[in-house]
């Protein structure tokens, strides 16, 4: 009888792995086709910026109120609001169908805010098209990190932080050196 049970939720764990594999798989696909529609001059623009998973994508950093009970959402401060809110509307299309979505939606868009916000540091003068695949890459690296079991969330944040504001320089997990996320770029035919 025990073999019998440990057979059977063997087989169930198998079928489980399976099916998550398969979504990823999809979110990937979904991922890649951003990925041409970009490199091809295809931007979508989102009608409203967004604001979601604590993070706010807006072409003026309002005035941060320090007396409020809700910490301050990530900001985004970028001329290209409604591209990038476009991109994060269809990254979160391509990913919320994943298990876990509603626990780690916070680090996954405030991953992706990071990774632009570094990006616009890094090349202030640069083009939207160069902006969403910077982006896109580190949409990449967290799908890949999620196929192989690797992907972290904070279960309790302070002040909003995510597992990438307090261990990424420790570790220096997921950071995508300079020239990788310039190779990438290049590689679908884009200027910065």
């Known amino acids: 009888m025990l073999e019998r049970v440990k ?25 890649e086709k ?16 967004w604001q979601g998973a ?10 941060i ?3 409020t009970f809700y910490p301050a959402p990530r900001f985004v401060v970028t001329e290209h609001v409604r591209e990038l809110s476009w991109l994060f509307e269809n990254a979160r299309d391509a990913f919320k169908g994943l298990d876990g979505y509603g626990f780690w939606k916070e680090e996954f868009f405030g991953r992706l805010g990071n990774s632009a916000n570094r990006y616009i540091t890094r090349l202030p003068k640069h ?9 896109l890459h580190e949409a990449f690296c967290i799908a890949e990190e999620m196929e192989a079991g690797e992907f ?5 944040s302070i002040n909003n932080e995510i597992y990438d504001d307090i261990f990424r320089e420790i570790e220096a997990e997921g ?13 679908l035919g884009i200027e910065a």
């Open 175 to 187: 950071l995508a050196e300079k020239s990788e996320v310039d190779a990438f770029i290049e590689s």
């Open 7 to 31: 057979n059977e939720l063997s087989s169930r764990i198998l079928i489980e792995v399976e099916r998550i594999k398969v979504t990823l798989a999809k979110s990937v696909a979904q991922l």
């Open 152 to 156: 972290r969330a904070l279960s309790i």
């Open 65 to 67: 109120q320090s007396d």
């Open 127 to 135: 083009t939207a098209e160069a902006l969403l695949l910077a982006v």
């Open 54 to 63: 604590d993070v706010v994508i807006t072409e003026d950093l309002p005035v």
């Open 34 to 49: 951003l990925s041409s529609e970009i490199a091809s001059g295809h931007v979508g623009r989102s009608s409203e910026p």
